[in-house]
């Protein structure tokens, strides 16, 4: 089959590689018809080479038609139609009772001390073939894949897989008051459906931040004040003039470890991307490779007493925090990957009528075939062609 493979710092490629077969009874084979590029992806373009070989299969967000189940998968059959949350979980755990998909028991990396695995991620989360393929092997599948209705066009459930569930997660550990504040740190994909959510949820006043002007512009559209983080003025003074002064009752930062305008952790980063792997390897664990602007300004701008809610990933075994700060403003912090499985009940009803109130019909901007999946990375890092989505569609 043909894959989307890593080849080294913003070098992916399309190869042939063997097409994955049933190895356990509780494992499934897809037909993948749709898989996002997400933001996460970009991470192991740019600095994550040290935890991911040449060759591995990318992807995380992918949906499609099953093939084939194990003896033990019964929930889904040959035909159906499902979605593939990104952790992999198994449903039976401790965690997985508690609705902490992301910490299964039975599939966390212990060797590398991490959470649940997840499909196409370094590793450090097992270093399970991802979903930006023809086909993938999907473990766990007595419990994993969501199994969505025919009819509608792929777009309407394949956030399902990662988008949705964690802009719906970092909504609901922001913990805004009805009729609240929030500040939404970073406009892509999670960072904008988090806006959606939020108004869906009540928050009276949403306010995004961002840089790239067709997302500052895309978010305006759907009524929320962004602000351009390079304009002129300061943006706390900006922020806390629309909220009373006060600042927001919750800031969500979307952006994490990439954050623009932090030089030290760039060039932390440059390095790791560019050092042996051993070697980049131990700079992360033991510096701040994180550039912790986007984090620092969440810190400056919620309001005391106020929660910050961190869903954009960080990497860095040693970044710098403002303790003295966060502790005198009486701050409550959230964070973690996404428990996909926990949030389908609340969404799936969001999705099943025409009116399509969160607009995933039209979140997508580019739906390429597979083969070009190496440009689609590179226009999506660079931001250009007014790229927001990608769905690679095999
Ligand atoms: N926790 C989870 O389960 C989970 C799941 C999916 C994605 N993520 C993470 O969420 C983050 C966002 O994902 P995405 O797909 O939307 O990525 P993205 O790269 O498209 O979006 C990030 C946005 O942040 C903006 N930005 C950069 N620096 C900024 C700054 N200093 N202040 C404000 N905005 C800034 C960028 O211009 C960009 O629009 C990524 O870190 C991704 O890894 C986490
Ligand atoms: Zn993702
Ligand atoms: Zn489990």
Redesign the pocket.
């Known amino acids: 089959m043909k894959a989307v493979t890593f080849h080294g710092k913003r070098d992916v490629r399309v190869d042939t590689v063997d097409d994955p077969r049933i190895e356990q009874p509780t494992d499934a084979i897809v037909r993948i018809t749709s898989s996002g590029i997400?933001?996460?992806?970009?991470?192991l373009y740019e600095v994550m080479g040290p935890y991911i070989d040449e060759g591995d299969i990318l992807g995380h967000e992918p949906m499609g038609i099953v093939e084939e189940v194990g003896a033990e998968v019964t929930h889904i059959k040959a035909g159906d139609r499902v979605v593939m949350p990104?952790?992999i979980s198994c449903g039976h755990c401790w965690m997985c009772d508690e609705g902490l998909q992301?910490q299964c028991e039975t599939t966390q990396v212990r060797d590398q001390g991490m959470g649940a695995a997840l499909f196409g991620f370094t590793k450090l989360y097992g270093q399970v073939p991802g979903g930006q393929a023809e086909f993938l092997r999907v473990p766990q599948a007595q419990y994993g894949p969501i199994k969505v209705p025919e009819g509608p066009p792929d777009d309407r459930f394949v956030y399902l897989s990662?988008?949705l569930?964690?802009a719906w997660?970092?909504v609901e550990y922001a913990n805004i008051p009805k009729g609240g504040s929030v500040a939404v740190?970073?406009?892509?994909?999670?960072?904008?459906?988090a806006c959606r959510i939020a108004q869906h949820h009540g928050a009276e006043q949403v306010i995004g931040?961002?840089?790239?002007a067709d997302?500052l512009e895309r978010a305006r559209g759907h009524g929320v004040l962004a602000i351009d983080?390079t304009a002129d003025g300061d943006i706390a003074e900006i922020v806390r003039g629309a909220t009373d002064g006060r600042g927001p009752d919750a800031v969500i930062d979307?952006?994490?470890?990439?954050?623009?305008?932090?030089p030290i952790g760039k060039l932390a980063h440059q390095l790791t991307g560019l050092l042996p792997d051993v070697v980049g390897r131990k700079l992360m664990e033991t510096a701040g490779i994180d550039?912790l602007?986007?984090l620092h300004?969440a810190i400056e701008l919620v309001r005391r007493g106020g929660t910050i809610s961190?869903?954009?990933?960080?990497g860095g075994m040693a970044d710098p925090m403002p303790l003295l700060t966060m502790f005198d403003k009486q701050i409550n912090l959230r964070?973690?990957?996404?428990n996909?499985k926990r949030w389908i009940d609340d969404i799936m009803p969001l999705l099943s009528g025409d009116d399509d109130p969160l607009g995933v019909d039209s979140f997508a901007t580019h739906r390429v075939p597979l083969a070009e999946a190496p440009h689609a990375y590179e226009t999506?890092?660079k931001?250009e062609d007014g790229a927001?989505?990608f769905l690679l569609q095999p």
């Open positions: 997400c933001g996460s992806d970009l991470h990104f952790n992301s990662d988008v569930p964690t997660q970092s740190l970073g406009l892509g994909p999670i960072g904008e459906m931040i961002d840089l790239v997302r983080l979307a952006v994490g470890m990439e954050a623009h305008g932090a550039r602007s986007a300004l961190l869903i954009g990933v960080y964070m973690g990957q996404a996909v999506f890092q931001k927001f989505k």
